[in-house]
């Protein structure tokens, strides 16, 4: 059986058994309460395992699909990602790359549409959710979507569309934590990840809030002094 707890322990065990991983900032994490942690996408696998395995708070990803060969794969990961409550997603345009995709485009808006409401629901459960508002990551096995190690994609609109009704359900703003990650090449098994200041959504000004977020992951993802 497939549980937080279990998959949580692996991610430990392999943040400090592949990875040289410091975290800094664990302080902007609240302690209790919703948070949406806004985070870089820079590895496909390790970002996943350093916030499981480092971060003191479960947290919830939301996890695109659209990659996956074949109905049995489709299957065990859709049943693993229920069990785990991480919403599933697909990207349209991944979908429309691929020869033979395992979903359709048409699934896309279904998918879309019950990840919002779950993520949703775990804010107002008090959980925290991660969500990687690039898309893809910069090591990625299947899509090469950037130029270079220090590339970003821009941001899309769906971490705000979940703090929106997330808050509007709650009655008050949810915190949104950005986090940036730093890799070190060539092995990429060294690892910095920050959290900052949390922010929260502007009603009146959407844009000016994802200007803010992107401008705090890009600055929390800068190499530490005396990287090279």
């Not at 979507?145 to 899309?156: C, S, V, Y």
């Not at 098994?189 to 200007?211: F, I, S």
Request: proline share 10%; net charge positive; charged share 20%.
């Amino acid at each position: 059986m497939i549980s937080q707890a279990t998959v949580r322990g692996l991610a430990w065990i392999g943040s400090r058994c592949w990875l040289s991983a410091r975290i800094e900032g664990s302080e902007h994490l609240p302690a209790r309460g919703p948070v949406l942690i806004a985070a870089r996408h820079f590895h496909h696998l390790y970002d996943g395992m350093v916030i499981l395995g480092r971060l003191p708070r479960p947290s919830h990803f939301i996890v695109a699909l659209d990659w996956v060969g074949g109905p049995r794969r489709r299957r065990f990961l859709e049943t693993a990602c229920a069990l785990l409550e991480w919403p599933t997603v697909l990207r349209a345009d991944a979908l429309a790359r691929r020869v033979a995709p395992v979903y359709r485009l048409s699934e896309v808006p279904v998918y879309v549409r019950a990840a919002l409401a779950k993520a949703v629901a775990l804010l107002v459960a008090g959980k925290v959710v991660v969500i990687f508002p690039e898309a893809y990551p910069t090591i990625d096995p299947v899509w090469r979507t950037k130029t270079d190690d220090n590339e970003f994609l821009p941001f899309r609109p769906g971490v705000l569309t979940i703090a929106r009704r997330a808050a509007d359900q709650l009655g008050q703003p949810v915190p949104i934590v950005p986090a940036g990650f730093w890799y070190a090449p060539p092995s990429y098994r060294r690892v910095v990840l920050r959290l900052g200041p949390p922010l929260t959504l502007k009603q009146h000004d959407p844009e000016e809030t994802v200007a803010r977020l992107e401008a705090a992951v890009h600055a929390l993802s800068l190499p530490p002094l005396g990287a090279s």
